[in-house]
């Protein structure tokens, strides 16, 4: 099977983290990095890391929203599976200052009586055609212009009662956020 420009990326990512590791010295990295770059096969990159610590996949996310509200906000590892419940208080999920290397994040939303609130960082993609509107329904305002090397986010679930929205930040966010790095 061949592979895609997602997938040697990744390799690339484990190798130039090896290195940094010294797990492997810097005339060695620079072979692999080399054969990683031009792998047309699976079987090509499989060797390049096959000496190394394998990545542990982190745990699947739940997130629940209670009756006081929940958020995961700022730098936090993003798991390949996550779970949000709206709760009665809320629920939200900001990826816009993670470090998220995955292809995919699958996401499963229940908006509930408060619902759920997504915001993905630009040029990340959502799927979202197999989302359940409910009764509080689901609006998807986020854009189909993907970057290279972000993921994509496929949503799944119900909006219950309060409903389920994905977006990219809006301008207060992109504000903020701007104030914040200039300090």
Known sequence: ???SHDE??????RLNTAAAEG?????????RLDRALNAKTYADLEHLTADLPQEIPAEPLVLKGGINGAARTGHWRVPARITVYGGMGGAKLDFTQT????????????GQMAGVTIIIPDGWVAETTEMNPGLGGFKDKTTSERLPGTPRVRLTGDGGAAGVVIRHPNSWERRVRRRAEGR
């Open 1 to 3: 099977m061949r592979v």
């Open 99 to 110: 470090k998220c290397r995955l292809p995919e994040i699958a996401i499963e939303a229940y």
């Open 23 to 31: 797990r492997i010295d810097f005339s060695e990295l620079e072979v």
């Open 8 to 13: 040697r990326e990744a390799v690339v990512e």
